[in-house]
C-alpha cells in the first residue's frame, strides 16, 4: 500500500497542476458576454435596395437560361440586341448609433447606390434611413433615420490600439443578425491598394459578407473602428480583416454632419517610396520619407515651391517612415491651414513652408507640343529617340527621351525601365533630348546609384539606376 501511495502520489500531483494550469489560461481568456449586452442593442442590420439595368423581354433576370446562369449567376452583362429593363437588387450590411436622435455610421460601399435604405434596430423596429453623406475615400457613410433616445455605443481611442490587444465584432454576416466574433489586432496602420487615405487596423476576427459596416470593440466596450475589408481568395473570411479607425470615422462622420462633404488637406504632388538604390542616389541615409515624382501646376506643393526629386522627410514634425504615411498626415490638415515640411534636396536639409489646399474634385492634366527624332544605343542598353510631334500630343509631355527598345540584360531593365517610357530627368537634371541624355550618361561614375525621373502612362515615377551592378 505504501508503494502504491508513492507511485500514485506524483501523478496525482501532476493532475492537480494540469488542471490549475488549464483554470489559469482560461481565466486570462477574455469574456465577451457582458459586453454584448451592453454593446448590442447599439448594433443595426442596414438593407438597401437598388435599382440596375438587366436584360427584359424573355430572357430576365429571372428568366436567365442555365447555359448563362453557369457563368454569371443572376448577374447578366447587358447582351447585343437584348433591350435592358430596370431590376431591384437588394444587399445586407451592419451599422451602428453614434447619436441618441438618429445618426448612424456605417460604410459607404454598403449604402452606394441605393434607392432604399432600411434599417432593423435591435429591438426589431425597421426604419427608412437617409443617407446625409458618404466619403469613398475612407469608406465611410453617415445614415439618419427618424427617431430619438436611441441606445448609442461607447466611441473609443482608436489610436491607442496596439497588435495583439483583444477585440470583438457584431454584424450580420449572411444576414445572421448580431453574429459575435472575436480575435486580436494583427497589425496597426495598415495601407492597402488605392486606399491612402486610411491607417487600417488589421485584424484575425472573422467577418464575412453583411459585416461591413459594423464595429469593432476593445475590451472595454469602446468602438475602435468600422469593419470594412476583407483579404480573400475564396469569398469567404481567411484570417485577414480591415477596419477603418474610429478616430477617421468620426471625424468624417462630424463633417457629413455638418458641412454635408469632406474636406481634407491637398498638396498637389505624385509620390512614390524610396528604394534602398533610390536613398542611396539622393544622399539619405536611410529610406524614410516620401520622394516627390512629380508636382502639379498650380497646385499648392508649386506656388510653395516644391520640386519633382526632393524627399519629404516629416510634416509639422511628424517623421515619414514611407510614402503611404504622407497623405494621410496632409489629409488631416485643415484646407487653408500651414503645414511645415522637412525636405531633402540635392543632398541639404530645408523647411518649406506649404499652405494646404482642398482635394480638387479633378485632377487636371497637363499641356503639350514641339521638336525632331534620332535613334541611338547608350549604354543605359535601350535604344531611345526624341519625341515626334505626334507624340507629344499623344503622351502630353513637351520633352524628354522616348525609350524604343531595351536590352533585358542592359542596366535599364535591371532598374525596371520599359519600352514606352520617357525620360524626364536624370541624375537630378532635366533631360530635354536623346542626344541631352546619351550626354549626360557618358559623364557618370559606373559605380553609383543615379536618379532617373520617367513618364509612364501618364504618371512620373523615380527609379534608381546602376550602371555597373554591384559586385
Known sequence: MERMTRWFAPWLLMVVTLLAFQTAQARELPDFTELVKQAAPGVVNISTTSSVSAPAGPYGQQDVPEIFRRFFGDQMPPMPGIP????????????FVIRK????????????????????????????????????????????VDANDLPTLKIGNSDDLEAGEWVAAIGSPFGFDHSVTAGI????????????????????????????????????GEVVGINSQIYTRSGGFMGLSFAVPISVAMNVADQLRTEGHVSRGWLGVVIQPVS????????????????????SDDSPAKKAGLEAGDVILSANGADIDDSTTLPRLIGQVAPGDEVEL??????????????VGDWPEEMAANGAPSSRSADDQTKLGIAISDLSDQEKQQLDI???????????????????????????GFDQKPVESADQLIDAVKKVDDDRAIPVRIVRDGNSLFVALRLKAKG
Open 398 to 424: 513637351d520633352e524628354g527621351a522616348l525609350v524604343r527598345r531595351v536590352d533585358p540584360r542592359g542596366a535599364a531593365a535591371a532598374a525596371g525601365i520599359q519600352p514606352g517610357d520617357v525620360i524626364v
Open 276 to 295: 534602398k538604390d533610390l536613398a542611396e542616389s539622393f544622399g539619405l541615409d536611410g529610406t524614410s520619407g516620401a520622394l516627390v515624382s512629380d508636382v
Open 101 to 144: 436622435d438618429g445618426y448612424i455610421l456605417t460604410n459607404a460601399h454598403v449604402v452606394k447606390d441605393a434607392d432604399e435604405i432600411m434599417v432593423r434596430l435591435n429591438d426589431r423596429r425597421e426604419l427608412p434611413a437617409k443617407l446625409v453623406g458618404s466619403d469613398a475615400r475612407t469608406d465611410v457613410a453617415l445614415l439618419k
Open 185 to 220: 489586432v494583427s497589425a496597426i496602420n495598415r495601407t492597402l491598394p488605392s486606399e491612402t487615405y486610411v491607417p487600417f487596423i488589421q485584424t484575425d476576427v472573422a467577418i464575412n459578407p453583411g459585416n461591413s459596416g459594423g464595429p469593432l470593440f476593445n475590451l472595454d
Open 342 to 355: 522637412q525636405v531633402m534636396r540635392n543632398g541639404d536639409k530645408r523647411e518649406v513652408d506649404v499652405t
Open 84 to 95: 435592358q429593363g430596370e431590376e431591384e437588387r437588394k444587399s445586407l450590411g451592419s451599422g
